[in-house]
């Protein structure tokens, strides 16, 4: 049937319903902006000429992130000072131990090829390698092993320029052969594995991003044009984000590095994908009811905008808490996350009902919606659920949350205190191994020392107090190598420890040397150095979580406030993402332990978690909650749960499996870290659309009724009735 645009008028359509604009012919209102019979071009031809523009600097997004360790540790931590005050004598740099090992003994070619190498290593400069400043070679006791250190300089690209570094030590020293074997570790060759492991992030995590929604899409809509729409639209909200993200981190000092990089695309694809989900679902409902797809579109956007801006307000202010972090990693993920999700939803809400409306409803074939025919939300599988809850109501929510609140158990299980170096790895790389080596012949700490300034004056002091230290090695403490022996009154001292750098045992010392040191008088000392670093990071984090999961639950709740009008209704929403939350992070203890083997979780797991499935986990509630408001308003609260239900059922389900299956794609990343956040997350989400949405919530309000609106006038409905039980066989129909 031709649309009613092409005859040049929109009149009154047959068949309307609901609240908004009835087909009265008035093209007002921000909708028509968007979907109009011309402005659809002008909104096309404005993002296409962004896109354009975009594109180009969002590839340069790589180069302008900023991953050293002052962009990862907290602002005010003594090891932030002590970094920065270090700089004053060398420029930040990285040893790289290389280690020589040969069961039996090192021989006396090994010692000339040792030789050989340091004074190759001696001549290097390029990619920020200090050759000159080599040091060793250090024979072990046993005389087995040999250890040299190579220092490497650290500027704003971080890691990024180690892992080449050590590629060029690695060609010089070889592999190793007729029994000797070389390693490249110590915290050079630890970074460099880093380095290679976020090597390709941003592209890794598109490609499984986008074969993730491509092939939901195609499960969901059943049509291979429709899922190219949303897909073309999140593509280019990612590129302008990226573009925007990258001319703030030139121009304003927005802080990026690899971390908010990866999530940023797993956020802009999964949000962004969820507002399309939805608006198709509700443009799908319209076009059955309008001859004129213009008009569908507008009011689709109409009805479905306010749930679609709550969702994207909601997820962007839980990310601006994160600027309280103290943690910088932390704080600089809020504003990156913010910007992808604002433009995730600018695109969603112009660029993708535009491209909708110009292709027509052919895009949908071959399940093309057409004017006048029926939408199963009153008899669909969503519609049969809901009645069966409608039975027992109260007993159905207080089973669900008795289940939640056992799965919240696992949280026993939680060991979310930090992970060494050997553990942050799905796999086991070259230093990891070297490391292990490495401590069978030298003190566990060789090559990551603690790093001391203090007073020039109570220079001796300080010394004596390191010494006296438990867990320290007494005759490893000197100024720091290729360090200017005093400036400004400071020296720069370093020390080795007995213990792994990265282990609980190496914290306990920090802490140790750090009593001891400020015991000194007038020694202003302060102690940084990689375990300094790592302690302070898990006090900052702690510190974060305590703080950012309140104020993010504080704006949450508010937003459902002004969304709702409702006080009821936003507490019950919270409990039940809460007890989401709490079981899907139950789950995922006992999943790390006894189905993968990992052997803990980073201090800011618990923190990231929350904050993505609180603030996106919120957005099912969300849209099914505007639009049992919407219903009962016409037809009183319980059979407008029961309508929410049916007409949301089948959109959230999909929005929540592709959310999930977005944030799984972290788990393509060979980091243990970002594996535990993508699967905590994505079983947090399933949860929620399986789980608390569609059972506990719908009971919930089905249970309390009308007073879910207190104090709105919808609390004061005369007691619509609740909907009669109806019978196993009408169940089955």
């Known amino acids: 049937m031709a649309d009613a645009e092409e005859a040049g008028t929109i009149g009154e359509v047959p068949g309307h319903t609901g609240a908004g604009p009835k087909g009265t012919g008035e093209r007002r209102g921000v909708a028509w902006l968007v979907c109009g019979k011309r402005s659809k071009w002008v909104v096309l031809a404005l993002w296409l000429v962004a896109i354009v523009l975009m594109a180009p600097l969002a590839a340069k997004l790589t180069d302008a992130q900023d991953n050293d360790n002052a962009s990862w540790l907290p602002g005010d931590a003594e090891s932030t000072q002590v970094l920065e005050l270090s700089e004053d004598f060398r420029p930040e740099q990285l040893p790289t131990v290389v280690l020589y090992v040969r069961d039996g003994g090192l021989t006396e070619a090994d010692k000339a090829k040792i030789a050989d190498d340091v004074a190759a290593f001696k001549g290097l400069t390029a990619h920020g390698i200090r050759g000159a400043e080599t040091q060793g070679p250090v024979d072990s006791d046993d005389g087995a092993a040999a250890q040299v250190f190579v220092p490497i300089t650290m500027d704003e690209k971080g890691w990024e320029r180690i892992a080449p570094a050590v590629d060029e030590l690695r060609d010089v020293a070889g592999e190793g052969e007729g029994g000797l074997t070389v390693y490249m570790t110590g915290p050079g060759g630890t970074t460099a594995d880093f380095s290679e492991a976020f090597e390709g992030i941003d592209s890794t995590l598109l490609f499984a991003a986008m074969a993730v929604v491509i092939v939901m899409l195609l499960i969901t809509y059943r049509s291979p044009s429709l899922l190219l729409v949303p897909l073309l639209s999140v593509v280019g909200a990612l590129f302008t984000a990226q573009a925007i993200i990258y001319l703030l981190a030139e121009n304003a000092g927005l802080t990026v590095n690899g971390q908010s990089a990866g999530i940023l695309t797993v956020l802009v694809f999964g949000a962004g994908t969820d507002y399309a989900l939805l608006l198709v679902a509700r443009y799908r409902e319209e076009l059955h009811r309008h001859e004129d797809r213009h008009e569908a579109m507008a009011l689709a956007l109409h009805r479905a905008g306010p749930a679609v801006l709550a969702s994207g307000a909601t997820v962007m202010l839980g990310m601006l808490v ?380 089905l249970d309390v009724g009308p007073k879910v609106w207190w104090p709105h006038r919808l609390a004061k409905e005369d007691g619509t009735p609740a909907p009669t039980p109806v019978s196993e066989p009408a169940l089955r129909e």
């Open 322 to 701: 994160l600027l309280f972090a103290d943690m910088n990693s932390t704080s600089g993920l809020g504003p990156v996350a913010a910007i992808g999700v604002a433009v995730a939803l600018l695109a969603m809400l112009t660029l993708f009902p535009a491209l909708l409306v110009i292709f027509g409803r052919w895009i949908f074939w071959p399940v093309i919606p057409h004017y006048d025919t029926a939408e199963p939300t009153e008899t669909g599988l969503w519609a049969r659920i809901g009645r069966r809850i409608a039975v027992r109501p109260r007993a159905i929510w207080a089973a669900t949350a008795l289940v939640l609140a056992a799965l919240s158990l696992g949280l026993m299980q939680l060991r979310a205190e930090g992970l060494s170096n050997a553990d942050a790895f799905t796999d086991t790389p070259d230093s990891i191994v070297g490391q292990s080596v490495l401590q069978e012949h030298f003190p566990a700490g060789s090559g990551d020392p603690l790093y001391i300034v203090a007073s020039a004056a109570q220079g001796e002091a300080v010394g004596r107090a390191i010494a006296d230290t438990e867990g320290v090695v007494d005759q490893s403490i000197r100024p720091a190598a290729g360090a200017e022996a005093e400036h400004e009154g400071r020296i720069l001292l370093e020390a080795t420890m007995d213990s792994p750098s990265d282990s609980p045992e190496a914290k306990d010392t920090v802490e140790r040397v750090r009593e001891a040191v400020h015991a000194v008088p007038d020694a202003d000392a302060m102690v940084g150095g990689n375990t300094a670093a790592l302690l302070d990071m898990d006090e900052a984090t702690t510190h974060d979580n305590i703080l950012i999961i309140p104020l993010v639950l504080l704006v949450v709740f508010l937003v459902l406030i002004v969304l709702l009008r409702s006080l009821i209704a936003p507490l019950l929403l919270i409990a039940t993402v809460v007890l989401s939350f709490a079981a899907a992070l139950g789950i995922s203890a006992l999943a790390f332990r006894y189905l993968f083997d990992y052997a803990g979780e980073t201090t800011d797991f618990p923190l990231f978690v929350f904050v993505f499935l609180v603030a996106l986990g919120i957005d099912y509630n969300i849209f099914l909650t505007t639009r049992i408001r919407e219903e009962a308003m016409r037809k009183g609260t319980r059979p407008g749960v029961l309508t929410g239900l049916s007409a949301t059922g089948a959109v959230i389900t999909s929005a929540g499996l592709v959310l999930a299956g977005t944030f799984a794609a972290l788990a393509t990343l060979p980091m243990v870290a970002f594996a535990e956040i993508g699967f905590a997350v994505a079983l947090g989400v399933l949860l929620d659309t399986f789980v608390v949405r569609s059972i506990l919530v719908t009971s919930l309000f």
